[in-house]
């Protein structure tokens, strides 16, 4: 089942704006982690925030976490076509005998230069 | 460096006849692997993951098998594909336990079933 759920489905900006993403999920978590995939590629690991943790940064990318609430947001500031990508936000929490990565359905992101 | 290879990259094949999707992982060794297919334009789901060698666990009830014959070895497999089971899959590793806890993923198997 997929926990994380993002928002919007797609989002389309200019190149230099800034783009949100948010991303709800439903039961306590390890972690959060952030992932970008290019069309028809795998996905690459962008930035993990841990459940003690509100806020991080990574050059151009500001994660949020908020536990009380069960969100999160993806900042990309000052955006590049190369940006252009699906986003997904993925919980980490055990289940069963191992730790497991559950995925949204993610976030499909245009940089229009 | 740890790299993960999968492969075939993509394949063609009819409904009812066999599937064999591989994964290796170079430069690390007791890693947690993991098979997840895509659907077009949706996330991911998880379908098998393995903490050890023959060590399989299934998330959810499928046409398809995993095995792991060695450490760094991950096997999807069907005997006869259906349909439904055209998509694109993943193959993923991580460390195991209390690692850094990110996924890294091979570059995917696209799979069309005629």
């Known amino acids: 089942s997929q926990q994380g759920e993002e928002d919007p489905q797609a989002l389309s900006i200019q190149e230099g704006e800034n783009a949100t993403m948010n991303c709800s999920y439903k039961?306590?978590?390890?972690?959060l982690q952030w992932y970008r995939q290019n069309s028809g590629r795998g996905l690459v690991h962008l930035i993990l925030?841990?459940?003690?943790?509100r806020e991080k940064h990574s050059g151009r990318l500001r994660v949020t976490l908020d536990t009380s609430k069960k969100s999160s947001s993806l900042l990309i500031t000052a955006s590049r076509a190369a940006d252009t990508a699906s986003y997904f936000c993925a919980t980490d929490s055990y289940s069963g005998s191992a730790r497991q990565l559950t995925f949204g359905s993610g976030t499909q992101l245009t940089v229009l230069p | 460096s740890q790299t993960i290879h999968q492969w075939p990259a993509t394949l063609v094949q009819p409904v009812g006849s066999p599937l064999s999707l591989e994964c290796t992982v170079e430069g690390t060794s007791n890693p947690n692997l993991y098979w997840y297919r895509q659907a077009a334009g949706r996330g991911l789901q998880l379908l098998f993951y393995?903490?050890?060698?023959?060590?399989i666990s299934s998330e959810v009830p499928q046409n398809l098998s995993a095995s792991r014959p060695q450490d760094r070895q991950f096997i999807l497999s069907s005997k006869k594909l259906l349909l439904s089971d055209s998509g694109f899959y993943l193959c993923?590793?991580?460390?195991?336990?209390?690692?850094?806890?990110?996924?890294?993923f091979g570059e995917g198997s696209r799979l069309t079933v005629l």
């Open positions: 993923a590793w991580r460390e195991r336990g209390q690692g850094k806890g990110e996924l890294f």
């Open positions: 393995s903490v050890g060698i023959g060590q």
């Open positions: 925030i841990r459940s003690n943790e």
């Open positions: 039961t306590s978590i390890n972690n």
